[in-house]
Structure formats: C-alpha cells, structure tokens
Nanobody
Framework: QVQLVESGGGLVQAGDSLRISCTAS????????MGWFRQAPGQEREFVAA????????NYAESVEGRFTISRDNAKDMVYLQMNDLRPEDTAVYYC?????????????????WGQGTQVTVNS
C-alpha cells in the first residue's frame, strides 16, 4: 500500500515557475515508478510526466516537454515536478501517482495509487 500527498500548488502568473512535491508513505518507494497527471475542469485526467524507479529515465507529454522536469529523491521518498514557463492551459489539479511497474509508463492503468491532488492555477 502506498499513500501519496501532494503539496506546493498555488496561483501564479503566466511565465512563472512553480515546483510541486509528492511525499510517499511506503517502505519500498524505490520499487515504484512515479508519475504526474493533471485534470482540468470538464476534461479527462491526462498524463504529464513519469520517472522510473531510479530516476534515470523520464517521459513527458508533448505539451510540457522542455518546460517541466520530473525528479525523485529515493532517500526522502519524494517526487517533484518543476514547472517553468507556465501557461494558462496548464491550469489543473495535479495528481501524483505510483506505478506497480518500475519503468516510466504513461498509462493511467499502470498506476493503482493516487494522491488527492494539488491545484495549480495560471493567470494570463
């Protein structure tokens, strides 16, 4: 069982940067690949970024490639999403998720564990 708690969301202006964090409660954090997903009002939850168990491999959605960076600290059981050059279309609730796989997968079905989400709002 993995419990996930996100933090660091907020209200920013277009072009600003923000880092959100996720703390995992598990004895085996390094066994899980981790992902970030987001959901805007009235839309499906979509993949944002994923990182493999060691932090050596990551994948990104095309819409955030080059602007967002996912990272993890296995010693602290934490995963981060650094978001730069934020745009109004990045406004959403951001969810941290843990995968039963060790590779950086983009598929929601591979993530059985989810946090409650943190709101990120980007004003134009």
């Amino acid at each position: 069982q993995v419990q996930l708690v996100e933090s660091g969301g907020g209200l920013v202006q277009a072009g600003d940067s923000l880092r959100i964090s996720c703390t995992a409660s598990t004895r085996a954090f390094s066994r899980y690949a981790m992902g970030w997903f987001r959901q805007a009002p009235g839309q499906e939850r979509e993949f944002v970024a994923a990182i493999n168990w060691s932090g050596g491999t990551s994948n990104y959605a095309e819409s955030v490639e080059g602007r967002f960076t996912i990272s993890r600290d296995n010693a602290k059981d934490m995963v981060y999403l650094q978001m730069n050059d934020l745009r109004p279309e990045d406004t959403a609730v951001y969810y941290c998720a843990a995968s039963v796989m060790v590779t950086a997968t983009m598929s929601k079905s591979a993530y059985p564990y989810w946090g409650q989400g943190t709101q990120v709002t980007v004003n134009s």
